[in-house]
């Protein structure tokens, strides 16, 4: 209490004070939201495991080859070749799954959408279609926790896999996926019945809700015998996972292999992609993002760090008399101490009490950034972590001036005023 009265009595040197403080309290709250919801969502699960995987990339020989099989000498189309080519990267020793997929692989970028109705939810879901091994290559994991096998199993069977968090957040109806239809919203005729639920599978590593709802469908060797050689080889993605312990430098035995093992008509691996590397490509521009972003918070951080020292720097040693009266009149240096380290967190938390209403508002009107959903708990993660920064930086503003202005003799420090 005493401590308020002399901040009231005070209160036009620390009005200006309290006002910085508010603000500074508000912008570095906004830096800390925006880093906790891109550190937060980068660090979830993606629902996928790209360790020990490959994509491979196919191409066509042109007539120009000296193998190149004419339609007349042909007797098998382009997708009875691609299911020879994993038939036979299946059979080699390293090579633990083979898939082939189209527009459904991690970090490809390319998307086909499907309109669907699930009970009175009409939603418009990403369409993967794949064959069965495509959740043992990339690892989806079942959302009741047993692993990949039940995805595996119901495509095998006929029937749909989708994500754990198809529904939407607001859905109030009932909530459960497995066993349901799906319904075609454009042919009510074309129903999908859900075999298997997978846990939440994202995007990419930055996006928390966007594009992360989808449907996998079974690609069937029918279909894949129907693929003929106008659909060319590289909308087909053709995956796979080598065991544990592999050599790095599979992919290019795998390209040694290639002309003579691994040709099968036209069709022949043009390059072998380390998934790590796609992974990496893919979100460059996001990496580059967060780089600058992160850089331009340190610099901010700087100078709040500056700003702060400098005026509780200040502070303190203008008010080296007091301090030296205090200790004449009977003072520790300790209490002392103490006591500008009080009343410099009591200004901290009288701005914080009106920055808290603020920040919240600014949140709640969505005018931050990330894809993380606003909630209290969120606000108040960030809202701690601001206040220990803020107190961190007063702490060290206080620090070396008060530390010389308990040391200095009283009769000095008064002979200086």
């Known amino acids: 209490m005493q401590l308020l009265k002399q901040i009231w009595n005070e209160r036009r040197s620390n009005g200006w004070l309290w006002s910085e403080?508010?603000?500074?309290?508000?912008?570095?709250?906004?830096?800390?939201?925006?880093?906790?919801?891109?550190?937060?969502?980068?660090?979830?699960?993606?629902?996928?495991?790209?360790?020990?995987?490959?994509?491979?990339?196919?191409?066509?020989?042109?007539?120009?080859?000296?193998?190149?099989?004419?339609?007349?000498?042909?007797?098998?189309?382009?997708?009875?070749?691609?299911?020879?080519?994993?038939?036979?990267?299946?059979?080699?020793?390293?090579?633990?799954?083979?898939?082939?997929?189209?527009?459904?692989?991690?970090?490809?970028?390319?998307?086909?959408?499907?309109?669907?109705?699930?009970?009175?939810?009409?939603?418009?879901?990403?369409?993967?279609?794949?064959?069965?091994?495509?959740?043992?290559?990339?690892?989806?994991?079942?959302?009741?926790?047993?692993?990949?096998?039940?995805?595996?199993?119901?495509?095998?069977?006929?029937?749909?896999?989708?994500?754990?968090?198809?529904?939407?957040?607001?859905?109030?109806?009932?909530?459960?996926?497995?066993?349901?239809?799906?319904?075609?919203?454009?042919?009510?005729?074309?129903?999908?019945?859900i075999g298997g639920v997978s846990a939440k599978v994202r995007y990419n590593d930055f996006w928390a809700n966007y594009s992360d709802r989808y449907v996998a469908v079974a690609i069937t060797e029918k279909e894949m015998a129907e693929l003929d050689d106008e659909f060319y080889p590289s909308n087909v993605e053709v995956c796979l996972r080598v065991k544990p312990g592999t050599s790095t430098d599979f992919p290019e035995r795998l390209m040694k292999l290639s002309a003579s093992q691994l040709s099968v008509g036209n069709l022949f691996i043009l390059k072998v992609h380390d998934y790590e590397d796609i992974r990496n490509d893919f979100q460059q521009g996001s990496y580059n993002q967060v780089q600058v972003r992160f850089w331009m918070m340190g610099f901010l951080l700087l100078n709040i760090l500056l700003g702060i020292v400098g005026i509780f720097w200040f502070r303190t040693q203008h008010r080296r008399a007091e301090s030296a009266l205090r200790i004449a009149v009977g003072s520790s240096r300790m209490q002392l101490w103490q006591r500008l380290n009080k009343e410099g967190l009591l200004l901290l938390t009288l701005a914080a009490l009106p920055a808290a209403v603020i920040c919240y508002n600014i949140g709640y009107l969505d005018l931050t950034g990330g894809y993380l959903e606003w909630g209290v708990v969120r606000f108040l993660i960030t809202f701690a972590i601001t206040y220990f920064l803020m107190t961190l930086m007063i702490l060290i503003g206080i620090w070396f001036p008060a530390r010389q202005a308990i040391r200095i003799h009283p009769a000095e420090a008064l002979r200086e005023e």
Request: net charge negative; no cysteine; charged share 25%.
């Open 21 to 193: 403080l508010l603000i500074v309290f508000v912008v570095l709250w906004y830096v800390v939201d925006w880093t906790y919801v891109t550190a937060r969502t980068y660090y979830e699960p993606v629902g996928f495991d790209i360790t020990d995987t490959y994509y491979l990339e196919l191409s066509l020989k042109n007539n120009k080859s000296d193998s190149y099989l004419s339609k007349e000498q042909k007797n098998t189309t382009l997708g009875q070749d691609i299911t020879e080519l994993t038939n036979r990267l299946r059979r080699l020793p390293e090579v633990e799954a083979v898939s082939i997929s189209n527009n459904a692989r991690p970090y490809i970028g390319s998307n086909s959408g499907m309109m669907v109705r699930l009970d009175t939810l009409v939603s418009n879901p990403l369409n993967r279609a794949m064959t069965p091994d495509f959740f043992q290559v990339f690892r989806y994991q079942s959302a009741d926790g047993r692993g990949y096998e039940p995805l595996v199993q119901a495509l095998k069977n006929g029937n749909v896999v989708v994500g754990e968090n198809f529904w939407r957040p607001d859905y109030k109806g009932d909530r459960t996926l497995l066993g349901k239809n799906l319904v075609s919203v454009d042919d009510s005729t074309e129903v999908y019945k």
